[in-house]
């Protein structure tokens, strides 16, 4: 965790910032303040243009704190790629997975889950899914593999699980087996609900990220509505959290929160809206993409008993127009998002390129768009952003994920969905 050096604490000052909430926040047991590390330092990257991806006008009057926090330049050269349908005519896919023979799973909102062939077949519904409530924003959400699916077979999925008074975003593994082009799931366990149960049909969240630990971090939302969304500050409430599990759903005793009395020990960071990207970078670190409100949506590296400050602390503005909270950008005691968009780009997922097929792209964060209808690619160096860059694809995203090929695969939304498949344009063809 990050100190404040007397020097930042001079240049906060200078900067006229509030010195009060800052000093009660230097204590040893305090989060981390908004000042971090080499945040006055501009980040550049020889790559970069002069000029910003975004252009539209912004919807709120507020100024980034950090250089380059948002508007980043886009690369002088942009990318060239090709893009090519490999499966059409899902219903409302909201993610997908590479299984470990290059075939594809997807689940569809309504509570489906297909295993799509290499050739874009696409195969009949698997059988036994748990029951989720697909009203609004929810649905079957996420799917991801465990990490030794090879021989358990074990899938983990995400969904908003009807309950007594309402529903709530719920963690599930299961056995998948196969057979014809279907198959069922089998020994079907929930191993985590994320609580209170609210009756609502927005912010579910939410994605499935596996670590290199055994661990999994689980992300949700918190409701949207202006009652339950002030519990993404409550350590007692799941309402807006990344959570960290063990692969049976319970906390890891080194979770943040582990023999607190009013926190939930399952609790890694607090503070999100609604997160539905999520994706480790190459050295294994958790980060996070959020829709915000109007103007508001984040990149985030979620640390442990980090606050990212919803919705006290947020760039965005209700849909209304009118300011939230008490409109304020900045606060001790919480971390600044790496990056933030107005307007909007609606972030339905974020992926990490690894890949080789796109040598620009190498170490950069692919996120989907919903309301961007396309995707952005961020270039980051020392954590911060140096160049964004737009590919439309004329649809909106509701997953990304990269190949074993080092292609990049998009999933669009809505009836009679497809997954698109971007290579680098062929420049001799
Ligand atoms: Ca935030």
Redesign the pocket.
Known sequence: MTRIHPTLLATVAALSLSLPALAQNAAPEARPSRVEGEAFTAPSAESAGSVPAETAEPNTGYKPLLPNQTRAPKPAEAARVDVATVAKGLASAWAMEFLPDGRMIVTEKAGKIRIVGKDGKIGAPVANVPKVDSRGQGGLLDIALSPGFRNDRTVYVSYSEPREKGNGTTLAKAVLTESGDGGKLENVKVIFRQMPTYDGDKHFGSRIVFTPDGKLFLTVGERSDKQPRVQAQDLSSGLGKVFRLDTDGNAPKDNPYVGSEKALPEIWSY?HRNVQGATLDGQGRLWTIEHGPRGGD?L?RPRPGVN???PT??YGIEYSGEKIGEGITQAGGTAQ?VYYWDPVIAPSSLAYYDGSLFPAFKGNFLAGGLIYPGLVVLKLDGDKVVTEERIELGDRIRDVKVGPDGAIYAVTDGPDGKILKLTPKNREG
């Open positions: 503070g984040e985030n990212y400050g919803w602390v947020t998002p």
